[in-house]
């Protein structure tokens, strides 16, 4: 049985850090594993998208529409985009924050209203305020690991692995804060 987890934001939101991290605690529980990474245009905060495919044995990194069983979104314009993805049953992690692309700043397109709320009527979500939550912790750059940990909860792999994972990951200097952020979200998916 293969696991299917996508992970869509805008550039610069450490979509493919998170990636990273997937990837080695999925490698640590002994699972077959495929990256795949579509940049977009990400020096110019466009869309990034991630798949990470894992399971006894996996055959190609891309997952096919309505097969993710978790979608991660770092920004909720991001989550509409790519909510096609997501299998039935699949669960949805939100970051409820707004980043207006080129076209909504040049006045060509307006950003849509109620994001979240459309989404939550087909879909099963959690959102998050993980922005705000990682200024609470004091460093706002941590926040995609506040929406990971919620999402981490809809996988099968044990906190203390993931704190692991997470430690051999990130850059030595935010070990700490990159743990702590987590867990902030760890403990708020329960």
Known sequence: MTKNIMIVGVGGQGTLLTSRILGGITRKAGYDVKL?????????????VTFVRYG???AEPIV???QADVLIAFERLEAMRYAHFLKKDGAMVIN???IDPITVVT????????????????HRIYTVDA?????????????????????????????????????KTV?????????KAFLAGYERGN
Do not use: C
């Open 36 to 48: 795949s990474e579509v940049h977009g245009m990400a020096q110019r905060g466009g869309s990034v």
């Open 56 to 58: 006894d044995r996996v």
């Open 96 to 98: 409820d924050q707004r």
């Open 131 to 167: 922005m705000g939550l990682a200024k609470e912790l004091g460093n706002a750059k941590v926040f995609n690991i506040i929406v990971l940990g919620i999402a981490a909860q809809h996988m099968d792999f044990s906190k203390e692995d993931w704190l692991e994972v997470i430690e």
């Open 171 to 179: 850059p030595p200097k935010t070990v700490e804060i990159n743990k």
């Open 107 to 122: 006045g060509a397109a307006q950003y849509p209203d109620g994001i979240v709320e459309k989404l939550g009527e087909s």
């Open 64 to 66: 096919e529409e309505g």
